[in-house]
C-alpha cells in the first residue's frame, strides 16, 4: 500500500484566497483525521472522520475551516478565505478501528502551507 | 480538556547511553498509548504503543505505562545519532472513538 497521500506537499497562497488540501487514506481504512501542527500549539486535531461521516469537529478554528469526506477514498480540508495564521503543517492521517492497536494512525507527509 | 504533557526538551544523551523520555496525561479514561518519532519535516511515524500496564520492549526500545500515575515513558537503550528527533507522545481517548490526543513532543538529541 502507498500510504496516506496527501496533495500538495507545499503551498503557498495570498492571504483571502481559497485553500483547498487533498488526502487518500489507506485502503481499507474507516477512519481519517485532519491535524494541524505549529511550533507553538505542536499536533492538533482539527477532525475525526468514521465511515466518511465527521465524527467531532471541535477542533475546527473557525467557520472559515470545513472538511469533506464524499467517500472512504478521499477527504479534503478547505480554508476560505485563509489568512496568515493559518500557515503551518496539516497533516492527514488514517486509521483502521478497532483493531489491536486501539486506534494506531498512519500520517501522510503533510502539506506545508503558508499564507503571505 | 483533555491535556497531554511532555518536557519540551531539548534532552541530550551521548551515543551508547539510555534516553528516557516521559509523558503524563489528564483523563483517566484513556485507554491506549502511542510513541511517534518525527524527523525535522517529516511525518510523526510510530514506533511503539501500549495499554497494559507495565513495560513492553520492542529491540531497543521500552515502553512503561502505570495508569494509577497517568504516567507514560519510553526508554531508548544504546542511543544512536540517528534516534535524533522529536519523540511525541499520544493518547487515545477511550470514549470509543479512537481520537489521539498529541503531547507537543520531547526533542532528542544522541551526541557522537
Known amino acids: 500500500d502507498a500510504g496516506v497521500i496527501q496533495s500538495p506537499r507545499h503551498e503557498v497562497t495570498e492571504m483571502g484566497q481559497e485553500v483547498t488540501l487533498r488526502c487518500k487514506p489507506i485502503s481499507g481504512h474507516n477512519s481519517l483525521f485532519w491535524y494541524r501542527q505549529t511550533m507553538m500549539r505542536g499536533l492538533e486535531l482539527l477532525i475525526y472522520f468514521n465511515n466518511n461521516v465527521p465524527i467531532d469537529d471541535s477542533g475546527m478554528p473557525e467557520d472559515r475551516f470545513s472538511a469533506k469526506m464524499p467517500n472512504a477514498s478521499f477527504s479534503t480540508l478547505k480554508i476560505q478565505p485563509s489568512e496568515p495564521r493559518d500557515s503551518a503543517v496539516y497533516f492527514c492521517a488514517s486509521s483502521l478501528v478497532p483493531d489491536r492497536t486501539r486506534g494506531e494512525a498512519f500520517f501522510g507527509q503533510g502539506t506545508r502551507l503558508t499564507v503571505v | 480538556q483533555k491535556e497531554v504533557e511532555q518536557n519540551s526538551g531539548p534532552l541530550s544523551v551521548p551515543e551508547g547511553a539510555i534516553a528516557s523520555l516521559n509523558c503524563t496525561y489528564s483523563d483517566r479514561g484513556s485507554q491506549s498509548f502511542f510513541w511517534y518519532r518525527q524527523y525535522s519535516g517529516k511525518s510523526p511515524e510510530l514506533i511503539m504503543f501500549?495499554?497494559?500496564?507495565g513495560d513492553k520492549e520492542d529491540g531497543r526500545f521500552t515502553a512503561q505505562l502505570n495508569k494509577a500515575s497517568q504516567y507514560v515513558s519510553l526508554l531508548i537503550r544504546d542511543s544512536q545519532p540517528s534516534d535524533s528527533a522529536t519523540y511525541l507522545c499520544a493518547v487515545n481517548d477511550g470514549a470509543g472513538s479512537y481520537q489521539l490526543t498529541f503531547g507537543k513532543g520531547t526533542k532528542l538529541s544522541v551526541i557522537p
Open positions: 501500549i495499554y497494559s500496564n
